[in-house]
């Protein structure tokens, strides 16, 4: 689950990582009155999780609380990339000597953690990754130990980062890794990480990304959910624990396990239609998941056709199919459903199917002709 | 032969007593797989259809010659039971089946167990491992299998099971069939298991079933053009998957263009493994080698 900004400085500022002192702002009158209990020159910056925010006019100084109003007053409402901006966050701005470039990932390639360091951050920094690959030291890091102190003072001064800040610097990242560790982070990215003028470093901005599969152990991160705007419909599925993505096509999909929800967008493109969504019932999916994921698809008019596309492994074809049937028997379902079933308990899931009789669902032999009736179904694209 | 599970696997089940433990212990026992032995701390003494329970693994292991283990214990408590099951002697394979283990636990088990006992964990997030005829160790519907000549390794679950079924379909038997599962730190990857299909005398073939994301299939392709003789069927499903918003630069940093299907695709074919473009026709591919 990726954070807004300032809901990653207040997680660095809890693991004693300095952020400059700010307030979040919904409103211009709002950004006003933070910059006047500020004081001061003050930054106003779009709190959308999406990166290109300075390079789409998302950040701007503001010399007071009238300019801080009117930054605001721009920014909210704005469009980027995707992303309304509902919220600014208004922070003290902050003399920069010197601007870096630090994360800490997960490199899949190889299992471990990945630390990643420049000397030379700010928002040009994955054009200096291509070009010049030596200007971001890269180091990896062995899960079982943790980043050793030395290593902190390695990726310090083979990243060239001021050696009068080298203590301070590798304080600070020794205190991002063990946030990126202890809060079960995917990520954690600080770019800029700033040396002040006065010598200080401070994280000017935070991305941060939790794996939600560890909020059993951070009982309080679903709260930050509250700040973000979510989509109605992806909030139903979330709540229903249903991986579900919005697409742009006609055809809705419902498929268990990943692997076979993207083969099924696949195959519905392949024969010239074009999925509505991305819905993963997930494994071991019970009679109520199913109808759950139906009435799901309910909410969004784009859907003209459904597509079951169902493997049973530890899912089982006969809970399904009761879901279906349930699902029937709950609402007016305003689409045709194409049904194909195959694995553990199919030859009772397709006779649950047949015994429920309805016009509504249409059985298929093959994910290919399903994927075909379905898409004939909903009208080609 | 066959590789990881076979007639010689003595089956451990740890939280046998839960509800996809017993059943999933039970269909596999069906099947023929040797399951002598279940775990669930507390309920030591009890059996479940006549399948002694213990408290810990190490005693059963002891009691009962247990060499595999099917992990099917409740994702907080996950890595803590491959690492016990690690732990105890005489283990040689680790399955497990639990989905949402956290990233941080994974990545600090994974690389334990590779630095420490360097027992094969297959998983997690996976669906097991089965040699037809041989053993069933997971939840593989194995009604689809047929014994054979064809080594299956796959990311996706669902999808493994698809890919059985086009070749069962055709008469195409399996000498393995193995999900390495789609989690950020498997277990096992696909050059292990491609490494084992390599060195099996009974595997004459291998299907290959990726996903976007990743390197995983990248590294595949490079093993197969440096080392592999037996020809590669594959297949990768995400090529209309909407990229992923990701919010940070480090993973464009990492991986540049690599991770997207049409890289994968690119990459195995200059391996020269065929990649189909729809799972049915795995079958036929395979078919016409």
Redesign the interface.
């Known amino acids: 689950m990726?954070l807004l900004e300032f809901q990653g400085k207040q997680l660095f500022a809890h693991v004693g990582v300095p952020v400059p002192e700010g307030r979040v702002a919904a409103a211009p009158g709002e950004a006003r009155a933070a910059a006047e209990e500020l004081g001061g020159r003050v930054v106003v910056k779009a709190q959308v999780?999406?990166?290109g925010r300075g390079k789409a006019g998302g950040i701007k100084a503001a010399d007071g609380p009238q300019a801080a109003e009117e930054a605001a007053a721009t920014i909210l409402g704005m469009d980027i990339?995707?992303h309304r901006v509902n919220l600014v966050w208004v922070e003290r701005a902050t003399e920069i000597a010197a601007e870096w470039?630090v994360?800490f990932?997960?490199?899949?390639?190889v299992?471990?953690?990945?630390a990643?360091v420049s000397a030379r951050g700010g928002m040009d920094?994955?054009a200096v990754?291509?070009s010049d690959p030596a200007a971001?030291v890269r180091r990896h890091i062995?899960?079982?130990v943790g980043l050793a102190d030395w290593q902190a003072a390695d990726l310090v001064y083979r990243a060239g980062l001021e050696r009068t800040a080298a203590r301070p610097a590798a304080a600070t990242l020794r205190r991002l890794y063990r946030a990126f560790?202890d809060l079960?982070c995917?990520?954690v990215?600080v770019?800029p990480l700033v040396l002040t003028a006065g010598g200080e470093v401070i994280a000017l901005d935070a991305?941060v990304?939790l794996?939600s599969?560890?909020f059993?152990?951070h009982r309080d991160f679903e709260a930050f959910r509250e700040a973000f705007q979510e989509d109605p419909i992806e909030r139903l599925a979330r709540e229903k624990g249903l991986g579900f993505?919005k697409?742009d096509g006609s055809v809705g999909i419902i498929?268990?396990?990943?692997?076979?929800v993207?083969?099924t967008?696949?195959?519905v493109?392949?024969v010239g239609g074009a999925?509505a969504n991305?819905l993963d019932v997930?494994?071991?999916a019970g009679a109520e998941t199913i109808s759950g994921a139906l009435e799901v698809l309910t909410r969004d008019p784009a859907v003209k056709a459904v597509l079951v596309n169902?493997?049973?492994?530890?899912t089982r074809c006969d809970l399904v199919a009761q879901g279906i049937v349930t699902a029937l028997g709950e609402r007016e379902l305003p689409w045709p459903i194409v049904v194909r079933l195959?694995?553990?308990n199919a030859p009772e899931g397709r006779a649950i199917l047949a015994e429920a009789a309805s016009e509504r669902v249409i059985p298929a032999a093959?994910?290919?002709e399903a994927a075909q009736r379905a898409v004939e179904l909903a009208g080609g694209r | 032969m066959a590789i990881y599970v076979d007639e010689t696997t003595r089956l451990l089940v740890q939280n046998l007593t839960g509800r996809e433990g017993s059943f999933h212990a039970m269909r596999n026992r069906a099947y023929g797989t040797n399951v002598v032995a279940g775990v669930s701390p507390g309920k030591g003494g009890q059996d479940v259809q006549g399948v002694p329970v213990f408290d810990t693994v190490s005693a059963a292991v002891e009691a009962t010659g247990a060499n595999t283990t099917l992990c099917f214990v409740p994702a907080p408590f996950a890595s803590d039971a491959i690492l016990e099951a690690a732990a105890a002697p005489g283990m040689r394979l680790i399955v497990c089946i639990t989905e949402g283990i956290p990233a941080q636990d994974e990545a600090r088990v994974v690389n334990y167990l590779r630095q420490t006992t360097g027992v094969p964990l297959i998983g997690p997030n996976c669906p097991g491992v089965i040699s037809p005829g041989k053993a069933n160790v997971g939840i593989m519907p194995h009604e689809i299998c047929l014994p054979g000549r064809v080594g299956v390794v796959s990311r996706s679950g669902t999808l493994t099971y698809q890919a059985v079924h086009e070749l069962t379909t055709r008469g195409i038997g399996q000498s393995t069939c193995v999900g390495i599962g789609g989690d950020p730190v498997p277990g096992t990857s696909f050059v292990d298991v491609l490494s084992r299909f390599e060195a099996d005398p009974e595997t004459e073939a291998v299907v290959l079933i990726g996903e976007i994301g990743g390197e995983a299939e990248e590294q595949a392709a490079a093993f197969i053009k440096a080392h592999m003789t037996k020809p590669v069927v594959a297949y990768i499903a995400g090529f209309t998957a909407p990229p992923g918003k990701k919010m940070g630069h480090a993973g464009a940093i990492i991986s540049g263009s690599s991770g997207t299907a049409a890289a994968k695709k690119e990459a195995l074919e200059a391996a020269d493994a065929v990649v189909v473009t729809y799972p049915t026709e795995i079958g036929e591919a395979v078919a016409a080698l």
């Open positions: 990726d999780r999406v990166g990339r995707g470039y994360s990932t997960l490199d899949r390639g299992g471990r953690h990945l990643m920094i994955e990754a291509a971001v062995d899960p079982v560790v079960d995917d990520l990215e770019n991305k990304t794996d599969n560890a059993f152990r993505i697409l498929g268990n396990g990943a692997g076979l993207m083969s967008l696949d195959v493109s392949l999925a991305f997930g494994g071991g169902i493997f049973g492994g530890i195959d694995g553990t093959t994910m290919l």
